[in-house]
């Protein structure tokens, strides 16, 4: 069931969020001081082509320099990567078939506007890695 609804989520919706991603991921690495932004921003492209299946976790190593990364994220490119997850999450509510890539991509949303401290790990392990 994984499968099926990660083809349908590439072919709707996966595709263009992880081009926005990339292209985040590619601006951000132009300026040298926000590589790390640009990092997870090629990291959550991953998630963003491929969901199903893995889930987003706290990483206990995250201290205060996650959140100052996150503020600056947010000003930087989180806000306009989350509108595009409300946009698509939206028209893909509008048909019953949708409705769960929908959520999907309202879920994704707080990993957009907060990408630092966070680790992405496969749904069955959801605490292996802490």
């Known amino acids: 069931m994984r499968t099926i609804l990660n083809l349908i989520w590439l072919v709707l919706a996966g ?6 991603y990339v292209v985040a991921g590619l601006i951000c690495c132009i300026l040298i001081v926000t590589i ?3 990092i997870a921003s090629f990291r959550i492209a991953g998630y963003a082509l491929w969901p199903f299946g893995r889930t987003v976790v706290d990483k206990r190593s995250a201290g205060a320099g996650s959140v100052l ?5 947010v000003i930087v490119a989180g806000w306009w990567l989350a509108l595009g997850h409300l946009a698509s999450g939206i028209a893909l509510c509008l048909t019953i078939i949708g409705i769960p890539l929908g959520l999907a991509n309202f879920k994704l949303i707080p990993i957009s506007l907060l990408p630092l401290g966070k680790e992405i790990v496969p749904s069955d392990q959801p605490f292996a890695s802490r």
């Open 15 to 20: 595709f263009w969020l992880a081009v926005g």
């Open 36 to 38: 790390p932004f640009g």
């Open 69 to 73: 990364g996150n503020i600056i994220w």
